[in-house]
Nanobody, 128 residues
Framework: QGQLMESGGGSVQAGGSLRLSCAPS???????MAWFRRAPGRQREGVAS????????YYADSVKGRFTISQDNAKNIIYLQMNNLKPDDTATYYC??????????????????????WGQGTQVTVSS
């Protein structure tokens, strides 16, 4: 079983930016990769997803227009560029990988059961 390794978390003031990276420890053929987050006292939620074959992207409404997910196919790395960060974005961010899916329309992109490999998480703290 391989691993996913996140990096790029940290502490910023509201309005600031951070870029998260996620790299697998091995070589995988993935159907999609995604970022999730868990804030204190809340359930883990999907933030953004990207389908590796065609580059389709999906975002949670709360981050649309502020966050951008992208991929480096050659390195199998995904990124999450987070701009105009808000205190509500404070959470542990997790990278996830899906080997396959029965959901070609991407309707379940934000569901944890779609993903087979998870990272350990990286903390993002946004102060007001």
């Amino acid at each position: 079983q391989g691993q996913l390794m996140e990096s790029g978390g940290g502490s910023v003031q509201a309005g600031g930016s951070l870029r998260l990276s996620c790299a697998p420890s091995g070589t995988y053929r993935s159907n999609s990769m995604a970022w999730f987050r868990r804030a204190p006292g809340r359930q883990r939620e999907g933030v953004a997803s990207i389908y590796t074959d065609y580059g389709r992207t999906y975002y949670a409404d709360s981050v649309k227009g502020r966050f951008t997910i992208s991929q480096d196919n050659a390195k199998n790395i995904i990124y999450l560029q987070m701009n105009n960060l808000k205190p509500d974005d404070t959470a542990t961010y997790y990278c996830a990988l899906s080997y396959y899916s029965d959901d070609p329309e991407g309707e379940a992109w934000g569901q944890e059961y779609e993903y087979h490999l998870w990272g350990q998480g990286t903390q993002v703290t946004v102060s007001s």
